[in-house]
């Protein structure tokens, strides 16, 4: 069965940066995709981002394109968020998500608190 812990949350003034990591467990884990995903209080979850675990592709929500980016390292099965240029407006919980067939996220991590001061 495969697990997903997130770390690297934290707080951060804005304007500053974290790198959210998103370690999965076993030797063969191959996901179609690794997401991101975020739900701040009182509002639904939205999607962050998005990676291809085979070539390498990516796709960013319209709020985070040119801050944040998705990267991965297959050998270590883990997935990164790197945040850059954080705004208040990003505190949120901070969901990974793996999906094995692409027709739907088969696996969550516990989530990392992002907490953005102004």
């Known amino acids: 069965q495969v697990q997903l812990v997130e770390s690297g949350g934290g707080l951060v003034q804005a304007g500053g940066s974290l790198r959210l990591s998103c370690a999965a467990s076993g030797r063969t884990f191959r996901p179609y995709t690794m997401a991101w995903f975020r739900q701040a209080p009182g509002k639904e979850r939205e999607f962050v981002a998005r990676i291809f675990w085979s070539g390498g592709g990516t796709n960013h929500a319209d709020s985070v394109k040119g801050r944040f980016t998705i990267s991965k390292d297959n050998a270590k099965n883990t997935v990164y968020l790197q945040m850059n240029g954080l705004k208040p407006e990003d505190r949120a919980i901070y969901y990974c998500?793996?999906?094995?067939?692409?027709?739907?996220?088969?696996?969550w991590g516990q989530g990392t608190q992002v907490t953005v001061s102004s």
């Open positions: 998500a793996a999906s094995l067939t692409g027709r739907r996220n088969d696996y």
